[in-house]
């Protein structure tokens, strides 16, 4: 069964220190999905990026830049030069092709709060 | 990307009443579900709302709890009934395209206290 799993609880930085969250996921599908979702205190989700199981290369958005690695089942994401409004809830999720089960799997959730 | 409200956006209820909850989505959707947010915790999928047709819930939900309707492509309610202390919690709408690869957008959510 697919599983995410995102060890930091809680990370707590003072504005303009890079930081990276962690995501380990487990599946048995060789075509899967990967997501990151922030939840910022107002408690709506919004969408940040996807990757799939055939893209390994790197993305960088802005600030955000995403690792995704096979080898060790891992997408991490980092926020680089962070800012107070990146203060959020952030979740990573996978969704899988083989079972076609459409629904994300999330995992626990880091809570990033950046001190300013 | 799709734009999708609820309502309510919150609301304080008493032991063994139901709430019906509403999802709106802004244009034609193939894919609607529903989740369930307990304090603290991440995102539980309750169901996956058929359009037409009944909804197919996850493990540990049931219909007589949690009955959904989608009537169309752009609409959908969860119903939590018969309501207990432990049912309070933020329910999400969710929506996206038919296919693993699509992204899920979600709706503000509904904050439910029971009493």
């Known amino acids: 069964a697919q599983k995410v799993t995102q060890a930091q609880t809680e990370i707590s930085v003072v504005e303009k220190e890079d930081v990276t969250l962690d995501c380990v996921y487990e599946t048995r599908d060789t075509t899967y999905y990967l997501f990151w979702y922030k939840q910022p205190p107002s408690g709506e989700l919004v969408f940040l990026i996807r990757r799939n199981s055939f893209d390994e290369q790197n993305e960088i958005s802005g600030r955000y830049s995403w690792n995704f690695q096979k080898s060790t089942s891992s997408f991490n994401f980092t926020i680089t030069a962070s800012q107070v409004v990146d203060s959020a809830v952030y979740f990573c999720a996978l969704s899988e092709k083989r079972t076609g089960r459409r629904a994300l799997t999330f995992g626990s959730g880091t809570r990033l709060q950046v001190q300013p | ?115």
């Open chain 2, 1 to 115: 990307s799709a734009v999708i409200s609820q309502k309510p956006s919150r609301d304080i209820c008493q032991r063994g009443t139901s709430l019906t909850i509403q999802c709106q989505v802004d244009s034609q959707v193939t894919m609607m579900f529903w989740y369930r947010q307990q304090p603290g915790q991440s995102l539980t999928l309750i169901a996956t709302a058929n359009q037409g047709s009944e909804a197919t819930y996850e493990s540990g939900f049931v219909i007589d709890k949690f009955p959904i309707s989608r009537p169309n492509l752009t609409f959908s309610t969860l119903t939590v009934s018969n309501m207990s202390p432990e049912d309070s919690s933020i329910y999400l709408c969710s929506a996206g395209e038919q296919g693993p690869y699509n992204e899920q957008f979600f709706g503000p959510g509904t904050r439910l206290t029971v009493l």
